[in-house]
């Protein structure tokens, strides 16, 4: 892909009647890099997640994968699935009583000829998808484990080994740490790590900004629809990033107030 961005966003907007959601938004996400989306409630994460993702068509701009102008009365889930763009949600779709190596390939099974699924071909690659691409270390967990029977961050685990699998380059993770322990929020992050070091993106979307700080090679912060940060990670520490937040806090805070 060279130096071509996965996905270009220019002047996107996006309203809902009366209610704009997201003002002029331009941004890229480049090839092998974690991107934090940072941002309040109402503040249009999901909504550009949702545009990128082919779930809704802006009302205003352009988007480009891979430099390929997206026209949007045949952009689709699906179309987004084919250029190689998968969604982890917060509860992963998987199937709690089915093995994990069902769980890999539900809706994509391999078959033969006849349309026979292909167990073993399907086992040797959910085992290899385990140890070699997600590094699961779960003690006592097979490909024939239950995924009934993982914890939290291992089901995200699965989730995201079973979106890498299927060649996406661009992985994008809504809130995966949401109601996890803190030993299981370690097993995410060391995840969302091996995506890049298996050489795809990510877009991690959180609440902790500690977590997003961590992890993320660069920082996106929406406020109230508009782009108000994007910049390296390395560049912004912590504790900067923190004040950049709470001073968008209370600026919002003293507007109210004024308006009162």
Same mark, same amino acid.
């Given at each position: 892909? !060279?130096? =071509?961005?996965?996905?270009?966003?220019?002047?996107?907007?996006?309203?809902?009647? *009366?209610? /704009?959601?997201?003002?002029?938004?331009?941004?890229?996400?480049?090839?092998? +890099?974690?991107?934090?989306?940072?941002?309040?409630?109402?503040?249009?994460?999901?909504?550009?997640?949702?545009?990128?993702?082919?779930?809704?068509? *802006?009302?205003?701009?352009?988007?480009?994968? #891979?430099?390929?102008?997206?026209?949007?009365?045949?952009?689709?889930?699906?179309?987004?699935?084919?250029?190689?763009?998968? @969604?982890?949600?917060?509860?992963?779709?998987? !199937?709690?009583? =089915?093995?994990?190596?069902?769980?890999?390939?539900?809706? #994509?099974?391999?078959?033969?000829?006849?349309?026979?699924?292909?167990?073993? +071909? =399907?086992?040797?690659?959910?085992?290899?998808?385990?140890?070699?691409?997600?590094?699961?270390?779960?003690?006592?967990?097979?490909? &024939?484990?239950?995924? !009934?029977?993982?914890?939290?961050?291992? #089901? =995200?685990? /699965?989730?995201?080994?079973?979106?890498?699998?299927?060649?996406? &380059?661009?992985?994008?993770?809504?809130? *995966?740490?949401?109601?996890?322990?803190?030993? +299981?929020? +370690?097993?995410?992050?060391?995840? $969302?790590?091996?995506?890049?070091?298996?050489?795809?993106?990510?877009?991690?979307?959180?609440?902790? $900004?500690?977590?997003?700080?961590?992890?993320? &090679?660069?920082?996106?912060?929406?406020?109230?629809?508009?782009? /108000?940060?994007?910049?390296?990670?390395?560049?912004?520490?912590? @504790?900067?990033?923190? &004040?950049?937040?709470?001073?968008?806090?209370?600026?919002?805070?003293?507007? @109210?107030?004024?308006?009162?």
């Amino acid at each position: 892909m !060279g130096d =071509q961005p996965i996905v270009r966003l220019e002047n996107v907007g996006k309203a809902y009647g *009366p209610v /704009v959601s997201l003002q002029d938004i331009t941004l890229e996400i480049g090839s092998n +890099e974690i991107v934090g989306l940072i941002g309040d409630n109402g503040a249009g994460k999901s909504t550009l997640i949702k545009i990128v993702t082919g779930v809704e068509t *802006p009302t205003t701009g352009e988007v480009y994968i #891979r430099g390929e102008h997206i026209n949007f009365s045949n952009y689709s889930v699906q179309r987004a699935h084919e250029l190689r763009i998968e @969604t982890v949600h917060q509860t992963s779709s998987l !199937g709690t009583k =089915q093995p994990l190596w069902r769980n890999f390939f539900v809706g #994509r099974p391999i078959t033969n000829a006849l349309g026979f699924i292909k167990v073993r +071909e =399907q086992k040797r690659i959910s085992e290899q998808i385990m140890r070699e691409t997600i590094g699961f270390r779960g003690a006592g967990i097979d490909v &024939d484990t239950p995924v !009934g029977r993982l914890s939290g961050g291992e #089901r =995200q685990g /699965v989730a995201i080994g079973r979106a890498m699998h299927f060649e996406s &380059d661009l992985i994008v993770l809504d809130e *995966p740490t949401v109601a996890l322990a803190l030993s +299981e929020v +370690e097993k995410v992050l060391n995840f $969302i790590r091996s995506i890049k070091e298996n050489g795809r993106s990510c877009i991690y979307i959180e609440h902790n $900004i500690h977590h997003v700080h961590e992890v993320c &090679d660069r920082l996106i912060v929406l406020d109230r629809g508009r782009l /108000v940060l994007d910049c390296e990670a390395k560049a912004m520490s912590y @504790t900067e990033l923190t &004040d950049f937040l709470r001073n968008l806090h209370q600026g919002h805070e003293g507007e @109210t107030k004024v308006a009162s």
